[in-house]
């Protein structure tokens, strides 16, 4: 069998550890195995990326900014090939994995901008004589450890920005799906980057802990669940270092009984079950205002409709869940919902995909009638899984949104701009759609979850990524066109 190996110092590299097994999907086909790193493997990765970040800092911008054009160029000319190992690894469907390697090109098209991107600021004759300027200089060795559900998409957000910003990088993917890492990796060596820029160690907790105690990472990088975020921000400040950690979601929609009927059905449905509700940005949760509440049978009619299959099969709305394990926690959660006492109008537990009974397939679920004390509301259940409630108005909807712990994203669906401008002012969540359902931003912006799906200060891409990834200094200069006079300065003359 197939076993991964680590890429460490430029090279792929096989570990001394043991490792678990990575199935696909849809058939429980064992894909390779993926060793878990030793502590003696993370340390090397660690002290390999500090001798390239030496060398590295030094490199001129432009050329750093050259290497990330090469890489764009590569993985452009590489997206159906990477697209199909993550539909082999995740079950993704053909249209999402593009998609979802897309959306990392963006990111790296961004961070070929570093150059702008790292400009500091300049106050001429701040005292006679003297100017101000800063300079935007890299950390060093940085971290990121990315979660299961984007495994191209969310190492694409941390490494290329890190590596433009003059940083070395170590990447500790997730070990459900660590193969495309691998080849991102791969290629961005192939676009010119020098051994040891980029490193990437396999494991799971024990793996990560040593990358968040190594006194040489300077900065760290998480996305995953929440308890994991908060354990992972907690350590890794504790030993001093910069941490950003994404965490998970609730995400609302709200539907206005103003809103384009059609328009608002489809999003819910195509928010709630893409990517089989396996996204931090999917909408778990909708709130239906008014007269919208008699549109839960026409939702109920659209989800029924969908039905998940095999990457291959052009017909499929989405694929399976990652894991058995991540499958039978969701069909915990149907159970759970239905003894809690909410009204299951679509039930996807007995899925069955032809051809494929293997997979871990989970059906469009639907719930009425959910309250915010039902555990069906309160956690993120991460799959095809809707939970809908009432509100009499838009203030109450609103309210409801504001009491949930997380703040990645939410959506209004109406087509009164009022409405629309009180909802973008007063929701307490990071990102906003208006009659949009996923309103990821594009990598010029952050992505900037608030609340319980965030933890730290700067956000990923965009200019906070590269406030994240740098340190600022300022220079107080003073060049005297004259001889100096040799006396002692014993004040500070600032008129
Ligand atoms: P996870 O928290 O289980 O794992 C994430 C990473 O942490 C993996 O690399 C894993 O190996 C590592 N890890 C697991 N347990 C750990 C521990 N105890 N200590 C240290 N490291 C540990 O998350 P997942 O299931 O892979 O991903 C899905 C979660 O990620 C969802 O909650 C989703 O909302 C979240 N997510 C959030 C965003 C965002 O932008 N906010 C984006 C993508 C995913």
Known sequence: ???????????????????IDVTDPATQEVLCEVPFATAGEVDRAVRGA???????????????????????????KNQDDISRLLCRDTGKTWEDARGEVWRGIEVVEHACSIATLMMGETVENVARGIDTYSLVQPLGVCAGISPFNFPAMVPLWMFPLAVACGNSFVLKPSEQDPTVPNRLMELLSDAGAPDGLVQVVHGGREQVEALLDHPDVRAVSFVGSAPVARAVYSRAAANGKRVQALAGAKNHLVVLPDADKRQAVASLVGAACGAAG??????????????????????????AAVRPGAWDDDGAAYGPQITRAARDRILGYIERGKAEGAECLLDGSDCAVAG?????????????????????????????????????????????????????????????????????????????????????????????????????????????????????KTVTARWLDDAPSGDPNMTIKLR
């Open 1 to 19: 069998m197939k076993r991964l190996k680590l890429f460490v110092n430029g090279s792929f590299v096989d570990s001394a550890a043991g490792g």
């Open 50 to 76: 500090k001798t390239a970040f030496r060398a590295w800092r030094d490199v001129p911008t432009p050329e750093r900014a050259r290497l990330l054009f090469a890489y764009q160029d590569v993985l452009k």
């Open 278 to 303: 396996q996204r931090c940005m999917a909408v778990s949760a909708a709130v239906l205002v008014g007269a919208a509440a008699d549109w839960l049978g026409d939702l109920r009619d659209a989800m």
């Open 356 to 472: 494929r009974p293997d997979g871990n397939w989970v059906g469009p679920t639907l719930f009425g009638g959910v309250t915010p004390e039902m555990s069906i509301y309160r956690d993120e259940i991460f799959g095809p899984v809707l939970v809908t409630s009432r509100a009499e108005t838009l203030g109450e909807a609103i309210d409801l949104v504001n009491a949930n712990p997380y703040g990645n994203g939410v959506s209004l669906f109406t087509s009164s701009g009022g409405a629309a401008r009180r909802f973008q002012r007063d929701v307490e969540v990071g990102q906003v759609g208006i009659n949009v359902p996923i309103p990821v931003p594009l990598p010029f912006f952050s992505f900037t979850g608030w609340k319980g799906s965030f933890l730290g200060d700067q956000h990923v891409y965009g200019k906070e990524a590269v406030r994240f990834y740098t340190e600022t």
